[in-house]
């Protein structure tokens, strides 16, 4: 073996480690867990069965709250790209100073924590909140709307939150396709509409694919924001899950949950990647 | 068919002067060159008539019809780019049928005309390639396909062949002339090599920071240069400072270097001005047995580099000055030696003395 090669082996060391004791063994362990059989007195007994998958997927219930978990992700993702789109066009577009107050303007979801930004989504959408008022005020409505605790409120911050993640690849991407296209596309009697339509927006595509992969993973396990905005009134997989874990002490139930869960949410992107993958192969440089 | 006029074109960049009163024409099937040095003006003048640049004055016309407030994709011109521009995620017959999408053309000829572009550029049997399948110089014929397939009133191309490796470039080169002339499509061709345009031109703009110094056919730009810099740009040339005596219609009885020749020039010089007498140096020939009665200069030789088909010296007379030529391959010569000159008057050029 070259030095060079044991240097590399060497470097991989700590990335392989953390891999395998913070995502390897917990999930070995949940997949382990969610075969237990219920304990009666503690959070799991001794033996094991496949019950819990049998209750997982012969359950109305549970089914329809994981599709409704997946719909919703996918609204929030859809909603998400539409919005990041023309955000991260603008983005590439931007050079120097203006460029950089783009992105910090753009990130800056992230950089409140995850409480006080809900918190903030209550205080607006309150019945007395400026979002009522300032509506009643010009007229539209007559009676506050009712926002709080609705799955339109949680699709919309998830949206907000998620926006960094679609606008940064796209803007990406975008900024990875050289000008002298559009222009060739122009003088070939393309209007601006069928440039970007049959240039711009399928060689946007290697920042398109990782942006909904993202948005649409960091949805459906989203569990604060819809705890917080949804409460008891919106039923997603995670609420479920954590329901299981930390309230009822079914460990193996909530297991199995997460585990049927996270299968669900892979089919899919493996699904999506597949479909997109001829489009992918042809676009990458 | 199209006569192509661009008059008085200015495009400023905030301080910067891009274009500064360009003015051209191209009659119908001409192929116009733009020569220069990097940064004179010529992609910004081609991108004023491609559309995608609007000048801030000045009109651009085709067949007597202005069309600067037409936008690029009504133009009809074709246009190709340095970089070839190719869309990456089509095929070869996608890229080259991509313009005809946008054209009252019924489907059924879209295939025909296809292959017909490709067989003009002599690509055939790689339509259902991707761009990044093919090298260089076929990319460049798919990119000259692509343009050609919608029937342009304009051809424009950017340094088509800057990237490509020698060898390509002259085969290239001579493909793009023989398509053009075969198709009779008028065109605009940008480049900084001056044998490149001297080749494939009707006529040569030689730009200088943003204005056209000369607008002429490749013999007269070589020959007959309306100033030094057109001179040193189209090709070797040596300079000598000279003083016009007499001026009668083009002809010129000018003292240079302590003689008194009679020599044709630019039209605008007057008896009393200080001009530049530009001999190439194929209008010179050395006098091995030193200063012979048809000598017109003397000197010795300061530098001899024998080069294979001729030989590159540099004389350095006693009057000042040097002068480059190429001589013979056989005959023998070196440093140091006393030698003389002849040259050939008539194809000696007087040009004003233009402060840079
Ligand atoms: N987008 C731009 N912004 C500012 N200056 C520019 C821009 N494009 C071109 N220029 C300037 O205009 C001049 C002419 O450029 P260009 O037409 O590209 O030259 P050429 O093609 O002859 O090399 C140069 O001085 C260049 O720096
Ligand atoms: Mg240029």
Known sequence: ?285 | MAKVKVKSLTKRYGAVTALDGVTLDAESGELISLLGPSGCGKSTTLRCVAGFLSPDSGDISVNDQSIVSTPSNRRDFGVVFQNYALFPHMTVAQNVGYGLLFRKIPKSEHGPRIENALRMVRLTGLADRLPKALSGGQQQRVALARALVIEPRLLLLDEPLANLDARLRDEVRWLIREVQQQSGTTAFYVTHDQAEAMAISDKVAVMKSGKVAQFATPRDIYQRPSERYVADFTGEANFLAARVLDASAGRFRIEVAGQTLDVPGVASLKAGDTAELLLRPESLSLDMDGASPRSLFTGVVSKAAFLGASQHCEISLGTGGVLKLAAPPNTSIAAGEQVGISVALEHAWLMPEVKP
């Not at chain 1, 006080?116 to 009522?132: K, S, T």
């Open chain 1, 1 to 285: 073996m070259t030095d060079a090669r044991k240097w590399q082996l060497l470097l991989g060391i700590p990335a392989v480690l953390l891999l395998f004791v913070f995502l390897i063994m917990p999930l070995a362990g949940m997949v382990e867990m969610s075969f237990r059989t219920a304990g009666s007195n503690a959070p799991y007994g001794d033996g094991f069965t496949a019950v819990h998958y049998a209750r997982v997927l012969g359950d109305g219930f549970y089914m329809a709250t994981l599709l409704r978990s997946l719909v919703t992700a996918a609204i929030v993702t859809l909603l998400c790209l539409i919005v990041s789109y023309p955000l991260a066009w603008h983005l590439s577009t931007a050079r120097g100073g203006k460029a950089l107050f783009l992105y910090a303007c753009i990130a800056s979801p992230l950089m409140t924590g995850v409480l006080v930004r809900n918190f903030g989504w209550m205080i607006v959408v309150a019945i007395d909140g400026p979002l009522n008022a300032s509506l009643m005020g010009l007229g539209f409505i007559s009676r506050p709307l009712r926002v709080m605790f609705t799955q339109g409120l949680v699709i919309m911050a998830l949206v907000h939150v998620f926006i960094p993640f679609m606008v940064l690849p796209i803007n990406n991407a975008l900024r990875n396709i050289n000008p002298a296209l559009s222009e060739a596309s122009l003088s070939l009697g393309a209007s601006r509409l069928s440039t970007f339509f049959r240039v711009t927006l399928p060689l946007s595509f290697p920042g398109i694919q990782p942006g909904v992969i993202l948005v649409f993973v960091l949805s459906v396990a989203a569990y604060v924001t819809p705890a917080l905005l949804g409460g008891q009134m919106v039923n997603l997989m995670p609420t479920l899950i954590i329901r299981e874990l930390t309230g009822t002490f079914a460990w193996p139930f909530g297991s199995t949950l997460a585990i049927v869960m996270s299968i669900a949410t892979l089919s899919i992107v493996v699904a999506f990647s597949l479909l997109t993958a001829r489009l992918m192969e042809r676009v990458r440089a």
